[in-house]
């Protein structure tokens, strides 16, 4: 299952993403928000997204948006099993490498950073498609160093 979620930023293209998954039949869940709110606040629904993905992080991923990405995959990633890798434009083998190295369940997309981190352009919807296309059609290369590591990230998350 792919679960989304936002915040006031990303609800917009959220909406453009779910219309695509529609388009070709990809099932998904919206965990929020289910309308436009600008004073909400992103840890409200990432954590829906991070909950869900983290009962079946095998099988389940998730694709969560804001203005930088960075708040929301550190809400992701506080829940076990969940390694949420973000991507902000630019070369999208930071995509592919974050499934194939990582085995990444969640992709933070901060389309819009112009505001807080650069004066960067807003991403096109093209482009956050193009993105989560690649991010959902690449598979983790399970090289034993890749489990290695993986299990080892495992290990601090059941330390804590």
Do not use: C
């Amino acid at each position: 299952m792919i679960y989304l979620g936002s915040d006031h930023r990303g609800y917009e293209m959220k909406e453009k993403i779910k219309a695509w998954l529609r388009q070709h039949n990809r099932a998904f869940e919206d965990m929020g928000p289910d309308h436009f709110d600008k004073d909400d606040d992103y840890p409200d629904f990432i954590s829906k997204v991070g909950k869900a993905v983290s009962e079946n992080p095998l099988e389940n991923i998730g694709i969560i948006l804001g203005a930088t990405g960075q708040g929301e995959a550190i809400v992701a990633n506080k829940y076990p099993g969940v390694r949420a890798i973000v991507y902000y434009g630019g070369p999208k083998n930071i995509v592919e490498l974050g499934r194939i190295h990582n085995n990444a369940n969640v992709l933070s997309i901060g389309f819009a950073p112009g505001n807080t981190m650069s004066e960067r352009q807003e991403m096109s919807p093209d482009e956050v498609i193009e993105a989560i296309k690649l991010f959902m059609d690449t598979k983790f290369l399970n090289e034993e160093r890749h489990v290695r590591r993986i299990g080892k990230i495992t290990k601090i998350e059941d330390e804590h």
